[in-house]
C-alpha cells in the first residue's frame, strides 16, 4: 500500500552533524500526526526532508508514494515556524493566501483567486483579515493566514512547523479544531511539529516521539509515557502531567 509518508533507514548528516540517523517511519494517508521530541532531535530537519529540500544522506523518503521532490507542489502544504515575509510589504492577507495557490505573488488578483483567497480565509477562521494589511497582523494573525496560504490549494498532505507559535491559547485551540476539520473533509493527512504534549495527546491519532532516531511511534497514550520522553528528553514527564489529569506516573 501507499503511505502518505515512508522512510527507509532515513539518515541526514550536515556537515559532520548528524541531524537524523536510521529513521523508518511508516505514516498511513489521513492521520493527524504529532511530531515532537527536544531542539535539536531533527524534527524540521525531517519536514525539510520531506518537502523536498534536503536529500538524504542515506537511506530512503516517499512522500504521497513518490519521491519528495515528485510531488506536484499542489498536493502539498506548508505552514513555517519563521516567517519570511517582509511585513513592511504593501500587501493585504488575501493576496499573501493566493500566492499559495500560483506559486507566485499575485499583482492582479482576479475574481475567481479572490474568491479562493476568501474561502480558504473563512475555511482557517480568518473571513475578517481578507483585506488587512499584513503589516499590522498580530502573530497569531499571520499564523492563521500561513494556514488559510497552506489549505489554499486542497492539499493531499499539510506540513506544519510550531504552529502554535506566537499563537494564544484559544487561538491555538481553535487552529487545531480548523485542521481536524479539514483533514475530516478531505481525508487529507496533517504533520505537524509540537513540543505541546497536551495538543498531542488529545488532537493527534499518531504520534511520533524523535531524537535523531526514532523513539516510538504509534498512539499518542501508548508513546506520551513517562518511559518514552525520558528517553527522548532525558527527564519524565511528570512536569507535563498536568494535561493528563494526573499527577505522577506515565500511561
Partial sequence: MAYAIETQRLTVRLGAFTAL??????????????LLGPNGAGKSTLLRVLLGLVRPTAGTARVLGKP???????????????????????????????????????????????????????????????????????????????????????????LLDEPAAG?????????????????????ATVLMVTHDLDTAFHHASCAILLNRRLITCGAPNAVLTDEHLRSAFGHSGHAHMMWRGGGGGGA
Fill in 21 to 34: 540517523e536510521d529513521l523508518t517511519l511508516q505514516l498511513n494517508e489521513g492521520e493527524f500526526i504529532a
Fill in 68 to 158: 519528495p521532490a515528485s510531488v506536484p507542489a499542489s498536493e502539498i502544504g506548508y505552514v513555517p515556524q519563521v516567517k519570511t515575509l517582509d511585513r513592511s510589504f504593501p500587501a493585504v492577507s488575501c493576496e499573501l493566501v493566493a500566492s499559495g495557490r500560483t506559486r507566485r505573488w499575485p499583482w492582479r488578483l482576479g475574481g475567481c483567486a479572490h474568491g479562493m483567497a476568501e474561502d480558504a480565509l473563512r475555511a482557517a477562521g480568518a473571513a475578517h483579515l481578507t483585506h488587512r494589511s499584513v503589516s499590522v497582523l498580530s502573530s497569531g494573525e499571520l499564523q492563521r493566514v500561513y494556514l488559510a496560504r497552506a489549505m489554499a490549494r486542497q492539499p493531499r498532505l499539510i
Fill in 167 to 187: 499563537v494564544d491559547v484559544a487561538g491555538e485551540a481553535d487552529m487545531h479544531h480548523v485542521l481536524e476539520d479539514y483533514r475530516r473533509d478531505t481525508g
